[in-house]
Nanobody, 121 residues
Framework: QVQLVESGGGLVQAGGSLRLSCAASGVIFGINTMGWYRQAPGKQRELVANITTRGSTNYADSVKVRFIISRDNAKKSVYLQMNSLKPEDTAVYYC???????????????WGQGTQVTVSS
């Protein structure tokens, strides 16, 4: 069974840091773009950052400079280092990836289960 599993969320004070991790498991032939999204209560899910296979990155304006996305292709993993956290960063963070899996001729989009990040003021 192919899945994305996140870890690293939690409660942190404003100004603090957290590192989220996401690992893909199952029979996977390849991984294209990987990324992180977040959804705060009452708001739509939004892109936080993504990274291509070659390492090109894209960030939401609200997290530029503060957050860093990276990936380890050998470990089928993507990471999000979050620094200088603000209360408005509070949300459920979801890992997302386009995976090349058996039988399917095109990459399939997968979501993780989500991990809660809470930033207290």
């Amino acid at each position: 069974q192919v899945q994305l599993v996140e870890s690293g969320g939690g409660l942190v004070q404003a100004g603090g840091s957290l590192r989220l991790s996401c690992a893909a498991s199952g029979v996977i032939f390849g991984i294209n773009t990987m990324g992180w999204y977040r959804q705060a209560p009452g708001k739509q899910r939004e892109l936080v950052a993504n990274i291509t296979t070659r390492g090109s990155t894209n960030y939401a304006d609200s997290v530029k400079v503060r957050f860093i996305i990276s990936r380890d292709n050998a470990k089928k993993s993507v990471y999000l280092q979050m620094n200088s956290l603000k209360p408005e960063d509070t949300a459920v963070y979801y890992c997302n990836a386009d995976l090349v899996i058996p039988i399917r001729t095109t990459p399939q989009n997968f979501w993780g289960q989500g991990t809660q990040v809470t930033v207290s003021s």
